[in-house]
């Protein structure tokens, strides 16, 4: 997730890459839209590509994040563990639920981003990101509470084949406090890409993708949220 709640850059700044910004965000939903209807094995081969990506950013980051040679191998094993546990686990999914995790992600990172423009106010971590507000949390939190109910009722059964779920007002608490997991998941992940990449000195994990940083800075909410959908999934069972 790119920290874009707030921005202290000028207009013209902001403004100059945004063509580029445009065509490079175009070409990975593409990429990404055209990956989920392909499905099997095509999905699995993106979701692996991307996996790696992530990877090879988080490493070149640890590198730079510490000189210590223990710290280093410690950060790779367990960043191995976490984005490839992550990739694991994305792959395995029912394809409904690949589409529920990507979308809970995508409007948490919308939602927050009006909340945090419009409202405002309070920094949660300014050392680690400055742009991450309370307001913005707020907003995350609807969105992915709004998108669970989206999906539940509607998307997930139309892949399916199913008709429209039958609304049920008495699940809302439970939505959402699901959003709020997620919200909080994906936030928490982002913040850890952030203290990471201080902790480097870089502004992002990668220049691959032109105006939009590397592939690490687009996957960082969504690892702890496919993470907390596979334990759910699992508890489930």
């Known amino acids: 997730m790119a920290d874009a709640e707030t921005s202290t850059a000028s207009p013209v700044r902001k403004n100059a890459d945004l063509p580029v910004r445009v065509v490079s965000a175009v070409v990975m939903i593409a990429l990404?839209?055209?990956a989920l209807v392909a499905g099997a094995p095509w999905l699995g081969w993106f979701i692996l590509a991307v996996t790696l990506a992530t990877m090879v950013e988080f490493v070149l980051l640890m590198v730079k994040a510490t000189p210590s040679v223990a710290f280093r191998l410690a950060g790779i094993l367990g960043g191995a563990i976490y984005i490839g546990l992550a990739g694991y686990m994305l792959a395995r999914?029912?394809?409904?639920?690949?589409?529920?995790?990507i979308g809970a992600v995508v409007?948490?990172?919308?939602?927050?981003?009006?909340?945090?423009?419009?409202?405002?106010?309070p920094k949660i971590a300014p050392s680690i990101s400055p742009s991450k507000t309370w307001a913005g949390l707020l907003g995350g939190i609807v969105g992915a509470t709004i998108w669970i109910a989206v999906w539940s009722y509607f998307v997930a059964p139309a892949m399916r084949g199913d008709a429209?779920?039958?609304i049920d007002v008495t699940r809302f608490g439970q939505m959402l406090g699901l959003g709020a997991l997620t919200a909080v998941a994906a936030q928490a992940g982002d913040f850890f890409e952030s203290w990471l990449k201080r902790k480097a000195g870089v502004k992002d994990s990668s220049k691959l993708i032109p105006g939009h940083g590397g592939v690490f800075d687009r996957t960082d909410g969504m690892i702890p949220v496919v993470l907390l959908a596979g334990v759910l999934l699992g508890a489930a069972q």
């Open 164 to 166: 429209a779920a039958a």
């Open 107 to 121: 409007f948490v990172d919308s939602f927050a981003y009006f909340f945090g423009r419009t409202l405002g106010g």
């Open 32 to 34: 990404a839209v055209g």
């Open 93 to 101: 999914f029912p394809l409904p639920l690949v589409v529920g995790v």
